[in-house]
């Protein structure tokens, strides 16, 4: 178990302020029968005229079910970067405060960071693409509020450590934000059930990767119902539309799509393992594959001149010369796979 005083590191304007309350917020749309002349919408009826429900309350509901979580637990935002923009705006005083950081890791802490004005200390992962405790607990100090991990990590691919995880939570006194954008693709358990004993912990997850629903912009928070209570006082009242949340709806069971994606994986690794130009294929445990070659700009140009577009990750530290490869469909792998030994051949 795990107590933090939320009024220490809550921002002091966010505690004062009195939230925006909605049209909506005080009669919604359930109130059949009503009219509502109250928010200035068209009131002529096309399927969208009227604002979207402010609380998301039927889009928690699905997915409090199929993440076995209790509502008052769950924050919606458009895609997993506004609800990591609010948790900066939540805690972090401008010019002041400071976050922590693991690179090589996802690129939004650190524009979020820059954006609002606050110190990025960032603490390289070690050479097997783990936190490094000692030297991440050293740069904590008084007005370190957030400590970002990605796991599993992008664009590394790996998990972190249980034992890792579990010591940063115990051991840092701020808040840890822990994104898990490609845990459905692990066999590992998420951290939003066994996070529910660290009042310190927010999990982050999102439609966008294994759900197939990028398009649409959902991303999720897991935290303390107080946590939660804060991040719904700044965010947009209407930040998620209704075309968006109706869509939510309709999410699928995703284990076939996802046990086709690890089969793949497999068959693209066997294959690269042979390739003379590819010197390292980092193990993941998501749905792309970290991988070094000779001469990192050299070989993207040459995919991108037959057709296939990866990311390039050779100036991210411990990246040199390094490919993100997202895992395709079996028809996009085998042309992968086609061009990859074609490149091979003309190198020789
Ligand atoms: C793709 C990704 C996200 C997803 O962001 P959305 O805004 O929800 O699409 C979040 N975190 C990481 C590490 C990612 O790679």
């Not at 939003?192 to 004993?197: D, E, L, P």
């Not at 999990?203 to 999720?220: D, E, H, W």
């Not at 949340?245 to 996802?258: A, G, R, S, W």
């Not at 042979?274 to 998501?286: E, G, L, M, R």
Request: hydrophobic share 40%; net charge neutral.
């Amino acid at each position: 178990m795990k107590t933090v005083d939320l009024n220490k590191l809550v921002r002091n304007t966010i505690l004062k302020m009195k939230p925006y309350t909605s049209a909506r917020d005080e009669f919604n749309g359930a109130d059949k029968g009503m009219i509502f002349l109250d928010a200035n919408e068209s009131p002529f009826e096309n399927g969208w005229n009227r604002y979207p429900d402010s609380k998301q309350l039927t889009v928690k509901k699905k997915i409090g079910i199929i993440k076995d979580i209790s509502e008052n637990r769950i924050t919606l935002g458009n895609g997993s970067d506004e609800i990591l923009d609010l948790i900066f705006r939540v805690f972090c005083e401008p010019g002041k405060d400071n976050i922590i950081s693991l690179p090589p890791t996802y690129g939004m802490y650190s524009v979020l960071a820059d954006l609002n004005g606050i110190e990025n200390r960032e603490v390289l992962l070690t050479t097997d693409f783990q936190p490094d405790i000692t030297p991440i607990l050293e740069q904590v100090d008084k007005r370190t509020k957030l400590l970002f991990l990605c796991s599993p990590n992008n664009p590394t691919g790996n998990l972190l450590s249980e034992e890792s995880i579990r010591t940063l939570l115990d051991r840092f006194n701020g808040i840890v934000v822990l994104d898990e954008a490609y845990v459905d693709f692990t066999t590992q358990e998420s951290w939003i059930r066994k996070g529910i004993a660290f009042d310190n912990l927010i999990v982050i997850q999102t439609l966008s990767k294994a759900y197939g629903m990028a398009g649409i912009r959902l991303g999720m928070a897991f935290a303390s119902p107080e946590i939660t209570a804060l991040l719904h006082k700044i965010k947009p009242p209407y930040n998620i539309g209704t075309l968006q949340q109706e869509k939510v709806t309709l999410i699928n069971n995703i284990e076939k799509e996802i046990a086709l994606i690890q089969k793949e994986k497999k068959v693209l690794v066997k294959v690269l393992l042979q390739v003379n130009f590819i010197t390292k294929i980092y193990p993941s445990d998501a749905n792309f594959l970290l991988i070094r070659v000779d001469n990192a700009d050299k070989r993207y140009r040459q995919l991108l001149e037959n057709g296939i577009v990866v990311r390039n990750r050779n100036n991210y530290p411990l990246c040199d010369n390094c490919l993100r490869i997202t895992i395709g469909t079996p028809d996009e792998n085998r042309i992968l796979t086609q061009v990859i030994l074609k490149i091979q051949e003309t190198a020789l």
